[in-house]
């Protein structure tokens, strides 16, 4: 079974622009969930969709949203890009209800370098 | 909210056994441990979950304390391939999908050769 892909891998953007990054869970797995990771706040939690439907959301400003397709697809855009926004942006996929809701499986990440 | 404690590093030799300890003293209820582990340039990766007994798969043994207070994610020889930051995820904020996974600092385990 093939494994949550990312893309793309890196990106280049800059101040002001906007961004969508791209996430395609395990076959399957109709959870889908967005981590940012910097190396000093760590990694933190964006948002889960479930269903094409955002379930929850974590401590971040509107500029960051997402979406998810009804093949379970998600895409995740950040909008007026800030330096600090720099960062890996991990996706993770999971049955998303039952007892293997707890485990998740994370892509490789999308490496997002704003200048 | 639900806090873990944990080493900031260990260090091991290559195909002992590697106990990594966290505490976790505020768990409640039917909370669930959860471990998880990122290798350099990788995304992180699960390892294992329990509730209140022991439970082993074949990555890594978890093991419960009575009071589920603390646990130990124990791998039992380690290898060059285990060096990586091991997480052990605050009880309450691992309910899957919906809620997200909160991620501390976790421990970085060095293997040496």
């Known amino acids: 079974k093939a494994g949550v892909t990312q893309t793309p891998r890196y990106l280049i953007k800059t101040r002001g622009q906007q961004v969508t990054l791209s996430c395609s869970p395990i076959?399957?797995?109709?959870?889908v969930s967005w981590y940012q990771q910097t190396p000093g706040q760590g990694l933190q939690f964006l948002f889960e969709?479930?269903?094409?439907?955002?379930?929850n959301k974590g401590n971040f400003p509107g500029r960051f949203s997402g979406r998810q397709f009804s093949n379970s697809r998600s895409e995740m855009n950040v909008s007026t890009l800030e330096l600090g926004d720099s960062a890996l942006y991990l996706c993770?996929?999971?049955?998303?209800?039952?007892?293997?809701?707890?485990?998740?499986?994370f892509g490789p990440g999308t490496r997002l370098t704003v200048t | 909210d639900a806090k873990t404690t944990q080493p900031n590093s260990m260090e091991s030799n290559e195909e002992e056994p590697v106990h990594l300890p966290c505490n976790h003293s505020t768990i409640s209820g039917t909370d669930y441990i959860h471990w998880y582990r990122q290798l350099p340039s990788q995304g992180p990766e699960y390892v294992i979950h329990g509730l209140t007994s022991n439970v082993n798969n074949r990555m890594a043994s978890l093991a419960i304390a009575e009071d589920r207070k603390s646990s130990t994610l124990i791998l039992h020889r380690a290898t060059l391939r285990d060096a990586a930051v091991y997480y052990c995820i605050p009880p309450g904020s691992s309910g899957g999908g919906a809620d997200g996974l909160t991620f501390g600092k976790g421990t970085h385990l060095i293997i040496q050769p």
């Open positions: 993770a996929s999971s049955l998303g209800d039952g007892l293997k809701l707890h485990e998740q499986y």
């Open positions: 076959s399957g797995h109709r959870s």
């Open positions: 969709y479930f269903s094409e439907t955002q379930r």
